[in-house]
């Protein structure tokens, strides 16, 4: 007996789904019957292991909740998660990553690689690319393997980035839709070697704790200005952009960043944004000086012109 027999000895038998149909056939109709249940033993080795590798996943979970500041996110992702997602460099973004709207978080153990050394013009499009791929996928993680896929995934995008893309050997890409703020979150594993087939499993089922972890730092001072792309065609000199006085005219009638996000069906992120943009072509410092200047530049130029 392999079941409930102890003179067996210290074995485990674990029921397993087949995943293939019996090759038995019900003779009323040749219906096929449930798939066969395979009997799987398990050693007190691979119990173990399986314990140990439980455990090791828990173990990280719980710490991601004890993440408080960078530093403390550095020594987590190098600790005890290189063992379930290897990598020497953790991309973060966050914002409307379609428009490019996005902050970032770079977390690595290469020199020259962080977040302060990065501008947005190095990070943005080769983000953008894969969140775009991300969405024809299905909203499903993928993994990139070998330096061709990666560098071309930031081909003629990557300034500052690209040579460290040359030396990865495979990456990890996921992410996470908030609803509740309507953001877009996107994170990029990169690892100089092939990373084992379960990773990107691992990736996956970790990711909340990642995303978690990050939610728990602040921004570091050169986050607090984000860089947008210019609206070509939209905006001239010191002009707003349609987009740009729709914003203001919602401003002026009192509504919130919240509200008006719900109004024209963007995120919250993103009005915030676009208002900093319109302090700085108004030259003002607050909602209430905007309003009192915006009558003045209702009429851009690239309006007067369409």
Same mark, same amino acid.
């Given at each position: 007996?392999?079941?409930?027999?102890?003179? $067996?000895?210290?074995?485990?038998?674990?029921?397993?789904?087949?995943?293939? #149909?019996?090759?038995?056939?019900?003779?009323? !109709?040749?219906?096929?019957?449930?798939?066969?249940?395979?009997?799987?033993?398990?050693?007190?080795?691979?119990?173990?292991?399986?314990? %140990?590798?439980?455990?090791?996943?828990?173990?990280? $979970?719980?710490?991601?909740?004890?993440?408080?500041?960078?530093?403390?996110?550095?020594?987590?992702?190098?600790?005890?998660?290189?063992?379930?997602?290897?990598?020497?460099?953790?991309? *973060?973004?966050?914002?409307?990553?379609?428009?490019?709207?996005?902050?970032?978080?770079?977390?690595?153990?290469?020199?020259?690689?962080?977040?302060?050394?990065?501008?947005?013009?190095?990070?943005?499009?080769?983000?953008?690319?894969?969140?775009?791929?991300?969405?024809?996928?299905?909203?499903?993680?993928? $993994?990139?393997?070998?330096?061709?896929?990666?560098?071309?995934?930031?081909?003629?995008? !990557?300034?500052?980035?690209?040579?460290?893309?040359?030396?990865?050997?495979?990456?990890?890409?996921?992410?996470?839709?908030?609803?509740?703020?309507?953001?877009?979150?996107?994170?990029?594993?990169?690892?100089?070697?092939?990373? #084992?087939?379960?990773?990107?499993?691992?990736?996956?089922?970790?990711? #909340?704790?990642?995303?978690? *972890?990050?939610?728990?730092?602040?921004?570091?001072?050169?986050?607090?200005?984000? %860089?947008?792309?210019?609206?070509?065609?939209?905006?001239?000199?010191? !002009?707003?952009?349609?987009?740009?006085?729709?914003?203001?005219?919602?401003?002026?009638?009192?509504?919130?960043?919240?509200?008006?996000?719900?109004?024209?069906?963007?995120? $919250?992120?993103?009005?915030?944004?676009?208002?900093?943009?319109?302090?700085?072509?108004?030259?003002?410092?607050?909602?209430?000086?905007?309003?009192?200047?915006?009558?003045?530049?209702?009429?851009?130029? *690239?309006?007067?012109?369409?």
């Amino acid at each position: 007996m392999l079941c409930g027999d102890r003179r $067996a000895g210290p074995r485990t038998v674990v029921e397993q789904t087949s995943g293939f #149909p019996s090759d038995e056939r019900q003779q009323d !109709g040749g219906n096929r019957q449930a798939p066969t249940r395979l009997p799987t033993i398990m050693t007190p080795a691979s119990i173990d292991y399986l314990l %140990e590798e439980q455990l090791r996943f828990l173990q990280v $979970a719980r710490e991601s909740l004890l993440v408080k500041r960078h530093y403390q996110l550095y020594r987590w992702l190098q600790g005890d998660l290189q063992n379930l997602v290897p990598h020497q460099v953790l991309i *973060a973004a966050w914002g409307d990553l379609s428009l490019g709207l996005m902050h970032f978080d770079v977390v690595s153990d290469l020199p020259g690689l962080r977040t302060g050394d990065l501008s947005l013009s190095d990070i943005a499009p080769f983000i953008r690319r894969l969140f775009q791929r991300w969405l024809d996928q299905g909203e499903t993680p993928f $993994a990139l393997n070998g330096v061709d896929d990666i560098v071309i995934a930031g081909m003629a995008y !990557g300034g500052k980035l690209r040579p460290t893309l040359r030396g990865m050997d495979s990456a990890l890409v996921h992410g996470i839709r908030d609803e509740r703020g309507r953001h877009d979150c996107l994170y990029v594993a990169l690892h100089r070697n092939e990373m #084992p087939e379960w990773s990107g499993r691992m990736f996956g089922m970790l990711l #909340p704790y990642i995303d978690t *972890a990050l939610r728990q730092v602040s921004h570091l001072p050169i986050q607090s200005q984000l %860089e947008e792309p210019d609206e070509i065609g939209e905006a001239m000199d010191t !002009g707003l952009s349609n987009r740009e006085s729709e914003i203001m005219e919602w401003v002026r009638k009192g509504k919130t960043n919240h509200e008006i996000g719900i109004i024209l069906d963007i995120s $919250a992120f993103t009005v915030k944004n676009h208002l900093q943009r319109v302090f700085r072509k108004l030259d003002v410092a607050n909602r209430a000086q905007a309003v009192a200047t915006f009558p003045d530049h209702q009429r851009t130029p *690239a309006v007067a012109m369409r």
